[in-house]
Nanobody
Framework: QVRLVESGGGLVQAGGSLSLSCAAS????????MGWHRQAPGKQRELVSS???????NYADSVKGRFTISRDNGKNTVYLQMNSLKPEDTAVYYC????????WGQGTQVTVSS
């Protein structure tokens, strides 16, 4: 059974930083694409960033230059370092792993106060 467990959300002031982690179990982590999505109240879920098994990264325009995604295949973990946070970054952040199948974590709240 595949499980994705996120950690690291919380409350931070604008301009601050947070780091999210997502640990995967029960799957061939290294062959899948990993990513982070987010959903703010009243808005659609959107892709924030993704990283392939080979380390190719992709970012939403709204977070380019501020967020950094990385992965450690040995630890089956993907990370999202978020710097210069803005109130509009407030959302529930979801880890996702996809390839032959599609899996989601339970989500972690990130709140940025102005």
């Amino acid at each position: 059974q595949v499980r994705l467990v996120e950690s690291g959300g919380g409350l931070v002031q604008a301009g601050g930083s947070l780091s999210l982690s997502c640990a995967a179990s029960g799957s061939k982590f290294s062959i899948n694409v990993m990513g982070w999505h987010r959903q703010a109240p009243g808005k659609q879920r959107e892709l924030v960033s993704s990283i392939t098994s080979g380390g190719v990264t992709n970012y939403a325009d709204s977070v380019k230059g501020r967020f950094t995604i990385s992965r450690d295949n040995g630890k089956n973990t993907v990370y999202l370092q978020m710097n210069s946070l803005k109130p509009e970054d407030t959302a529930v952040y979801y880890c996702r792993m996809w390839g032959a199948d599609d899996y989601w974590g339970q989500g972690t709240q990130v709140t940025v106060s102005s």
